[in-house]
């Protein structure tokens, strides 16, 4: 009988280098598209799929997750004096919507040091692995099917999602079979490649269902650069003795992991909005026009 899944790994130690000078003393996990954070989007995510057990996986630096999970009797009492009832229900949702488990990541490893860092909460339990900072489209499925394929098969399933052949360097790409619509056996794994050695365009998107044998392989892996223990390198080790599955997700994945794509997602987020896209969508219109006026200057 397959163990039901009950818990999610959220890795969200890194220092977000990109961003600095900005995560010097903010999470960029905590950086807001509008409104909410994007944590906030990959654990209601995981609430959608019925994982209420999230492991986050802490440095020093990331306080502020902490708070923001947490009960605020201050502001929810200025909220309520405010008569701002629709704010305050806002964060009372908040501060119960997970059972929320730390664990420290001391020294930054690389991801599979992270994935590692929560085996003594996990336990010899399958879990899922969230990234935080891949946001996937609203009304997404993927947890669901994913726990639905790993229910059915009972092996190790991570989710693919297709990029352009220019892209596939960005990414840890696999080589698979497809076995039925969309659902495939992993052959390999590549951590990106040139498009020209690329063995497809299908690119892991950063969402995962692992056995805990994932664990043993993780501590078999041998440190690269950096001293770094990557989770592709581990999956790679599984796969010489367990099948490992992939499911190509459909809906779009947005990722906020650097400042560009970040401000896509903020842009695109905001003009699926009604009470944002009136007044910002002609604003960008007049805006694209006038930067493009004075790129074609001569």
Same mark, same amino acid.
């Given at each position: 009988?397959?163990?039901?899944?009950? =818990?999610?790994?959220?890795?969200?130690?890194?220092?977000?280098?990109?961003?600095?000078?900005?995560?010097?003393?903010?999470?960029?996990?905590?950086?807001?598209?509008?409104? =909410?954070?994007?944590?906030?989007?990959?654990?209601?995510?995981?609430?959608?799929?019925?994982?209420?057990?999230?492991?986050?996986?802490? !440095?020093?630096?990331?306080?502020?997750?902490? *708070? *923001?999970?947490?009960?605020?009797?201050?502001?929810?009492?200025?909220?309520?004096?405010?008569?701002?009832?629709?704010?305050?229900n806002s964060i009372?949702?908040?501060?119960?919507?997970?059972?929320?488990?730390?664990?420290?990541?001391?020294?930054?490893?690389g991801l599979g *040091?992270?994935?590692?860092?929560?085996?003594?909460?996990?336990?010899?339990?399958?879990?899922?692995?969230?990234? !935080?900072?891949?946001?996937?489209?609203? !009304?997404? =499925?993927?947890?669901?099917?994913?726990?639905?394929?790993?229910?059915?098969?009972?092996?190790?399933?991570?989710?693919?999602?297709?990029?352009?052949?220019?892209?596939?360097?960005?990414?840890?790409?696999?080589?698979?079979?497809?076995?039925?619509?969309?659902?495939?056996?992993?052959?390999?794994?590549?951590?990106?490649?040139?498009?020209?050695?690329?063995?497809?365009?299908?690119?892991?998107?950063?969402?995962?269902?692992?056995?805990?044998?994932?664990?043993?392989?993780?501590?078999?892996?041998?440190?690269?650069?950096? !001293?770094?223990?990557?989770?592709?390198?581990?999956?790679?080790?599984?796969?010489?003795?367990?099948?490992?599955?992939?499911?190509?997700?459909?809906?779009?994945?947005?990722?906020?992991?650097?400042?560009?794509?970040?401000?896509?997602?903020?842009?695109?987020?905001?003009?699926?909005?009604?009470?944002?896209?009136?007044?910002?969508?002609?604003?960008?219109?007049?805006?694209?026009?006038?930067?493009?006026?004075?790129?074609?200057?001569?």
């Amino acid at each position: 009988m397959v163990q039901k899944i009950r =818990k999610a790994v959220l890795p969200v130690a890194g220092w977000g280098t990109r961003f600095l000078p900005a995560t010097k003393a903010m999470p960029k996990e905590m950086f807001p598209i509008i409104d =909410k954070p994007v944590i906030q989007f990959i654990v209601e995510e995981l609430l959608e799929a019925g994982i209420e057990n999230v492991i986050f996986v802490t !440095g020093r630096h990331k306080r502020p997750i902490e *708070h *923001h999970f947490d009960i605020n009797r201050d502001l929810e009492n200025h909220l309520q004096e405010a008569g701002k009832e629709e704010a305050l229900n806002s964060i009372r949702y908040i501060s119960h919507m997970i059972n929320p488990i730390y664990v420290r990541q001391k020294d930054q490893l690389g991801l599979g *040091h992270a994935v590692l860092t929560s085996e003594p909460v996990v336990g010899a339990e399958p879990f899922i692995v969230s990234l !935080g900072d891949i946001v996937l489209e609203k !009304g997404s =499925k993927t947890l669901c099917d994913m726990i639905d394929l790993f229910n059915r098969l009972g092996k190790s399933v991570i989710a693919l999602f297709e990029v352009e052949n220019r892209e596939v360097s960005k990414y840890g790409i696999v080589k698979v079979k497809e076995i039925e619509e969309g659902v495939y056996i992993v052959e390999d794994l590549v951590e990106k490649p040139s498009p020209e050695t690329a063995p497809s365009n299908l690119a892991i998107v950063g969402r995962y269902i692992f056995t805990p044998r994932i664990f043993d392989k993780l501590k078999e892996t041998q440190p690269g650069k950096g !001293g770094e223990i990557q989770l592709t390198d581990a999956m790679r080790l599984l796969l010489e003795e367990e099948v490992l599955y992939a499911y190509r997700i459909e809906g779009k994945v947005f990722d906020t992991g650097n400042p560009v794509d970040y401000l896509k997602t903020i842009c695109e987020f905001a003009l699926k909005r009604e009470d944002i896209r009136e007044e910002l969508l002609p604003y960008l219109q007049e805006t694209i026009s006038r930067y493009t006026q004075l790129i074609d200057k001569p």
